[in-house]
């Protein structure tokens, strides 16, 4: 059998990954995306082709000899930024870690090097395949019954090997020729000329009848070419001579190379987990070519030499570790339940940790010893004085509460501590686990005898339960650990005040506003979807009979060619896509008085998406023990501080229209209660005012104005009195705006004025809020200077692209710097305030609770006999919880459901 000699391109794979990969940055900033395609796709070729031998062709920095012969020779080309060929060092580390050398040659290109090594080794070894792993086709010249080339498909994952057949099948020529198709045809991605007018089929059809350049133009004169190829072959012939010769790669050139050096295999597995911890390439772990175990790969064995994993199924034990467990200011824990559903799963076990690398599981699953062990440890949960450090700690807590535990003494969470220092990383425990402590977690599927084919199938009783206590310990010790590596980085990073006044306060706030849930009107919303059934239909019919003929009005190829094609709509100003015009909603809108099936249209999509996102699907999420929707909050998603939520996402209930509003309609109060909703007025706005002094923006304010009159009133220079809603909404729009980065084009989208007139405004609008302008101006300075931005509580963004030398990555950096700060000092307004509220409010109203948080907005569940004095707080706590230089205003609605509030 013979043996296999992998030859990697590395600079031509380096430039594909770089273009495929989206920014890939670790935790300390560094950019790897290139070097992480490089080496996936490296690991992906050695797992599928098992090499004997592997070596590894680099390009050099300074011209070849083919720059001399041509000085146009790629010199077209743009030279990459910074952050590419930082990366090049790092694929070499990767490279070295797994013992594969590498190669380079002055003078030449790594394809000259690619040539030379295949070229030696057809001959003088015939027992050894070439595999030419590539990021082009210029190789394919090479290929022979011993040499083959691997290249990439049109993505980044999928490859292609091509031997001679697959040449031919491809180019319909011998690889051989493939050096006469680029002298012909030309190679615009090398700057190659070739004969100009002869394309890829003309150069084709040349080389089968007459086989090579030379061939073709010793028949020159041959009845087989027609005269204006004739033509262009003699006008070209020198251009054609020297770009095969361009084309032409090197296959005997003097390398210091051993055969014997490059065989593959003889690596140290630690070192290149070392190098993938460093890089955080926590999805290749599992691709290292080796079957030997790597240091830190958890087995699932309790006698296993470095972990003290002790399992608590008695009494008698249990006992034993409370002592212990008494004995701890702060210790680690975590839950196992049969499922993410606090309220309807059952807890099966918990763990504990105060010591790296022991950790106690507390198996819980016979009923009576669950009464016994958390009728101990409730005192110990609820004592305030002991610590508690969890990993997303607010899925614990709600876990012990509806076990009638109310945990108190939140100390640390390892989740929200990894966000607060790098909002950009992965979050998982195992990922944290990964880059902080070079560990590779266990997962849970990997303790299914049979592994689950998707998450539907999951079903954690029927995993042995030795082998969940180890998962459930290993939990909690790798908690305890990160703990201690956190702490001491969120100090650091200046986090602490941040995680222990607010986030981590926060914590049962959210988890008891999840456990409260929201009510659903189910049977409005059934009705709801009937009477949006009828009206799709009829929408429908009358798109078809405008249209002429029925087509899927959700196909944009479809609805593309009806609008475009048949019925001939103008496409002026319409924004083309790679298939094509757009039909996306801004491309409509713009069509709007060309046709009258396009309102038809828009009103079809807003109905269809409706229907299926939010009247069919939110009656899905009722808990059938609470009858109410129950939605999770994320602390640790938005870069900015923000709190979104999930299942279902409450941000996106709609608003903007009267049929979206509808949908809210359906979130209701119980009988005897009303929904209560403190909405912050214009608080980005404020803040902008008090952050930059602007005078004119904080007497307004001060005066209880209305900012966007006011703004339309100085920009138009005319009395508030003759501001019209038109020049008021223009105005809402820049103020709210330039907050984040809008400029001229785009508030010409967004209103009727042209470019050049958006322009003006924004002028004239900076020069009237001449501290606005500084202030974005100075957050933008202070980011490029100090790689982040915060919040006026110390929230900090950092912005990993703030100095990148690619214009569109610095430029999207600089707009999240300018509206974190205001956006982010909003979020951490609202988390103050709903703390202050959770803890006051049970001495106002102890049947009134927090419910849900959209945005600026709060909404509470509230008595309506308490309504007034439920109000009057929230108001005033809202509006007092910190001293600006502008009033910060809440105003208050109530009513029967989400969209029928009216102010007190």
């Known amino acids: 059998m013979a043996k296999k000699f992998i030859i990697i391109d590395s600079h031509a794979l380096l430039h594909r990954a770089w273009h495929a990969i989206p920014p890939l940055h670790t935790k300390d900033n560094l950019m790897v995306n290139a070097v992480y395609g490089f080496t996936s796709l490296v690991l992906n070729i050695i797992k599928q082709t098992k090499p004997d031998y592997v070596l590894a062709a680099f390009d050099l920095p300074e011209p070849t000899f083919r720059h001399e012969k041509s ?219 080796t079957t030997q175990a790597i240091v830190n790969e958890p087995i699932v064995d309790i006698s296993r030499k470095d972990a003290n994993y002790h399992i608590i199924k008695d009494e008698k034990q249990f006992d034993n570790f409370l002592e212990k467990l008494k004995q701890q200011e702060i210790f680690a824990f975590d839950s196992e339940t049969t499922g993410l559903d606090v309220i309807t799963a059952d807890i099966l076990g918990l763990s504990f940790s105060w010591q790296a690398k022991t950790a106690y599981y507390i198996d819980l699953k016979d009923k009576k010893f669950q009464e016994y062990a958390l009728l101990k440890l409730k005192p110990i949960f609820e004592d305030q004085t002991i610590g508690k450090i969890g990993h997303n700690i607010k899925f614990d807590y709600k876990v012990l509460k509806t076990l009638d535990i109310t945990v108190a003494g939140i100390a640390f969470d390892t989740l929200i501590a990894a966000f607060l220092s790098n909002s950009n990383r992965g979050l998982k425990l195992e990922e944290l686990a990964f880059s902080y402590l070079g560990y590779n977690k266990l997962k849970l599927v990997d303790l299914f005898e049979e592994k689950p084919k998707n998450k539907k199938d999951i079903d954690v009783t029927k995993i042995n339960p030795d082998k969940l206590a180890w998962y459930g310990a290993e939990d909690a010790d790798i908690t305890w650990r990160l703990y201690q590596k956190l702490l001491p980085e969120t100090k650091d990073k200046k986090n602490y005040d941040l995680l222990i006044k607010m986030e981590l306060p926060l914590v049962p706030v959210l988890a008891e506003m999840e456990l409260n849930g ?107 023990k609470t009858k109410r929707i129950h939605t999770s909050f994320n602390q640790a998603v938005t870069a900015t501080g923000r709190l979104s939520s999930s299942d279902p996402n409450l941000q996106n209930i709609p608003i903007r229209t009267a049929l979206g509003r509808r949908i809210r309609q359906a979130f209701v109060a119980p009988r005897d209660y009303m929904l209560l909703a403190a909405d912050y007025s214009q608080i980005e706005l404020r803040l902008a005012a008090a952050l930059s002094r602007d005078p004119k923006m904080t007497t307004s304010f001060k005066q209880g104005e209305d900012i966007h009159a006011r703004t339309a009133a100085e920009i138009h220079k005319i009395s508030l009195k003759d501001v019209t809603k038109d020049i008021r909404r223009t105005a809402k729009e820049v103020n709210f705006g330039v907050l984040y980065g809008l400029g001229s084009l785009g508030l010409a989208q967004r209103t009727d004025m042209n470019r050049t007139e958006a322009k003006e405004f924004i002028e004239k609008y900076f020069s009237i809020y001449k501290k606005i302008k500084e202030f974005i101006d100075q957050t933008k300075d202070f ?122």
């Open 71 to 289: 000085a146009s020779y790629k010199a077209h080309r743009v030279k990459q930024v910074d952050e590419f060929y930082d990366q090049i060092p790092l694929a070499e580390n990767v490279l070295a870690a797994l013992k594969i050398p590498t190669l380079s040659k002055a003078g030449f290109e790594a394809d000259d090097i690619l040539g030379t090594i295949a070229n030696e080794i057809y001959n003088k070894y015939k027992d050894i395949e070439v595999y030419i792993v590539t990021g082009d086709h210029d190789a394919l010249q090479l290929v022979n019954d011993r040499v083959k080339v691997v290249t990439l498909k049109r993505g980044f994952n999928d490859i292609i090997i091509y031997d001679t057949q697959a040449v031919i099948e491809k180019y319909g020529l011998e690889p051989k020729q493939i050096i006469d198709l680029k002298a012909i045809q030309g190679d615009a991605s090398d700057n190659i000329a070739g004969v100009r007018g002869i394309g890829l089929k003309g150069a084709t059809d040349l080389l089968k009848n007459f086989n090579s350049l030379e061939g073709v133009y010793k028949n020159i004169d041959s009845d087989k070419i027609k005269d204006r190829t004739r033509q262009l072959l003699i006008d070209d012939k020198e251009a054609a001579f020297l770009s095969k010769e361009l084309a032409t790669i090197v296959t005997d050139m003097k390398l210091d190379w051993q055969l014997k050096d490059t065989e593959f295999g003889d690596f140290d597995p630690e070192e290149v987990y070392q190098i993938f911890q460093k890089f955080e390439f926590k999805t290749l772990i599992n691709k290292i070519p």
């Open 518 to 624: 929201i009510s659903l009107d189910v049977k409005f919303l059934k009705t709801m979807e009937k009477e949006f059934a009828i009206e799709i239909k009829k929408t429908s019919k009358q798109i078809f009979k405008l249209a002429g003929s029925e087509f899927n009005i959700s196909s944009p190829l479809q609805l593309k060619k009806i609008l475009f094609e048949d019925l001939e709509i103008s496409t002026d100003r319409i924004k083309k896509t790679k298939t094509g015009l757009s039909t996306a909603a801004s491309e409509l809108e713009k069509m709007l008085d060309r046709h009258e099936i396009i309102p038809l249209i828009i009103q079809y999509r807003e109905l269809t998406k409706l229907q299926s996102t939010y009247i069919k699907a939110l009656p899905e999420l009722v808990n059938p």
């Open 783 to 904: 980011a490029h200077d100090k790689g982040y931005v915060q919040t006026i509580f110390g929230r900090r963004r950092y912005l990993p692209d703030i100095n990148s030398s690619m214009p569109m990555l610095r430029a999207s950096a600089e707009r999240m710097a300018t509206n974190m700060p205001l956006q982010g000092t909003a979020a951490d307004l609202m988390k103050l305030a709903m703390i202050k509220v959770h803890q006051g409010l049970p001495k106002i109203s102890k049947k009134s609770k927090m419910i849900s948080q959209v945005h600026d907005e709060l909404v509470l569940e509230v008595p309506k006999s308490e309504v007034k004095k439920v109000a009057k707080f929230i108001k005033q706590t809202m509006e007092e919880i910190y001293k600006l230089s502008v009033p910060l205003i809440a105003e208050v609605e109530v009513g029967p459901n989400w969209n029928k509030l009216e102010s007190l």
